[in-house]
């Protein structure tokens, strides 16, 4: 016997996503972040390329002996390079954030209405309502930031500065945005479920869960004060990690969404 | 799938087949027992009534029989089905109308039915027909494309029914089907479940309505914690002890005839008001003849003689021990 029936699973992701998509407030949450992370770093391009300072010959050394092929650059390109490679992160605040809204919306809505009895005395598993649940949650996020990153490549390479397209192709970038995020976003699926287990308002649960960005920005600043960037080993090495945690918080969230629990626990 | 074994008899007494078995089933919560040594049979076709207080452990038996939550003793099965070895069986037999609607108010009637639809597996065209069918019934048709978060209360209720009824199961367990209706709505819900039993399904009613219970069950039982009393309406109004028959006279009876009344067997107590004798008995049809032959041939000039059988009320508060005061409160 099959542990998960997939039209059992397409049903629960088809009908969270005609709520997602009737939820005004979740579907702006959804849109305004990937917009906003797209046009910072696209605006900080466009402006700042021309008004960029050079920096000293020993730092601007010590930032192409870190990153090889910025050796093509000049002074005022490895400065764009660098600051512009800062954004990375915040490409991996998305598959953060917008899972973690959707999970707290969709759960937590479900303990409000009580509308989980009737679906659990259905032959729906509880594996098949959680997978959906996290597919439905999952893929806008991942989406998000993968359109995010496509139009921030699109638009680097046609209109602003086609000579920097490699600085944000590179390796720390790509196992960033397509490994790292997915890998980060299933993380805060599981904490927006895990939380809105115990929780009774979805902003509730999106500030408790919010704890998955906090390291994340923490990237975000230590890179900017020390000067550093991640490579893309190294974000490889942070999703090979975060797959492994996700497997123990998946048991967590199994354990939490028991049908039992649910019904006698959920109030 | 397995069929898991029960081991107790597969047919009820009167040779019916049986839709619902339980047990010696009960469930705790911490160290609290919420439910303990139910034993029930219930016939395919069959309307049972579960009757009780609040936190009587009602919603947790159809909890139990439904297969959402795990007995802690005993067992019980539908169909023949374990509610703990098959569990998924048992979901797909069974339709269950809960407490509160529990309907997904961002989605329209068809696409809250639609979803369950595609739960329980069911063709397009069969989704369609049923939707159709039910919609029309509940008198929804109109706004089945409306947002249900805009339906009154009644509308949500009368939607979660159809719900429940989509996949046309064999035992239905409806939590107060008729409780937010107004009286048109709640006359086709009654029709509808008069129709279903029909059909053969076996119908579970939760309900606080005792008139609505003596109207369509089969079999009533009397919760609190167990099962404390189980029978047909009228025989648990027989067996309430209230039944009594009021003997109108033209003139006060004899003074020794009240003495030899009280002295028959079938007599359990005789009451003097004015006129009017009233008369205790077990078994009105059975004891009335007698009973007037008796002050007849004692002397007594009756000018009528009406049996009044106990209320389900009255049976209702005798098994539950109490019955709350009705004075000193405001008018």
Partial sequence: MRLIRGAMVGAVVRREAREIIRNRLLVFSIILPPVLLTASPILLIALGSHAAAALPADQMAQLIARHPSWSGLDSRQVVMAFAISQFLATFLILPAYIPLAIASYSIVGEKQTRSLEAVLSTPLRTSELLAGKAIAALVPGVLASWLAYATLLLLTAVLVAPELLPVITDGSWLAGVLVLGPAIGLISVEAGIIVSSRVNDPRVAQQIGGIVILPIVALIVLQGAGGFLVDGPTYLAGATVLLLIAVGGLRLAVALFGRETILTRWR | ?331
């Avoid at chain 2, 939760?206 to 009533?220: M, S």
């Avoid at chain 2, 919760?223 to 047909?232: E, K, P, Y």
């Avoid at chain 2, 002050?295 to 106990?310: C, D, M």
Wanted: glycine share 12%; aromatic share 4%; hydrophobic share 45%.
């Fill in chain 2, 1 to 331: 799938m397995t069929q898991s074994t029960v081991t107790v008899p597969a047919l009820l007494p009167g040779g019916e087949a049986v839709a619902v078995r339980a047990v010696g089933l009960g469930r705790r919560f911490g160290s609290q027992w919420a439910l303990r040594g139910v034993d029930l049979e219930l016939a395919r076709g069959e309307v049972f009534g579960l009757l009780g207080p609040n936190g009587a452990g009602k919603t947790t038996t159809v909890r139990l029989l439904s297969a959402l939550i795990a007995p802690s003793e005993g067992r019980a099965s539908i169909d023949g089905f374990d509610v703990v070895a098959d569990a998924d069986a048992v979901r797909a037999r069974i339709g269950v109308l809960t407490e509160t609607p529990g309907l997904y108010e961002r989605l329209t009637a068809v696409q809250n039915l639609e979803f369950f639809g595609r739960l329980h597996g069911l063709s397009p065209a069969v989704r369609q027909e049923r939707m159709e069918r039910l919609l029309r019934l509940f008198d929804l048709w109109d706004r089945r494309d409306g947002l249900v978060g805009t339906f009154s209360k009644g509308m949500k209720q009368k939607l979660a029914i159809a719900r429940a009824l989509l996949h046309e199961p064999s035992v239905l367990f409806l939590d107060e089907p008729t409780a937010a209706l107004d009286p048109e709505a709640a006359f086709v819900v009654r029709e509808a479940i008069a129709a279903l039993k029909g059909q053969g399904r076996t119908i579970v009613l939760c309900t606080h309505n005792l008139d609505e219970a003596e109207r369509l069950c089969d079999r009533i039982g009397f919760l609190r914690g167990t099962l404390l009393r189980l029978d047909s309406p009228a025989r648990l109004r027989g067996l309430g002890g209230r039944a009594v028959l009021e003997v109108e006279l033209a003139a006060a009876p004899p003074a020794d005839l009240v003495e030899r009344l009280r002295g028959r067997p079938e007599v359990q107590g005789v009451e003097v008001a004015g006129l009017t004798l009233e008369v205790s008995v077990a078994d009105v049809p059975r004891a009335t003849p007698g009973l007037v032959r008796a002050l007849v041939e004692g002397g007594a000039a009756i000018v009528g003689v009406r049996a009044r059988t106990a209320s389900l009320e009255d049976v209702y508060f005798e098994v539950m021990g109490a019955r709350p005061p009705t004075d000193g409160g405001p008018p």
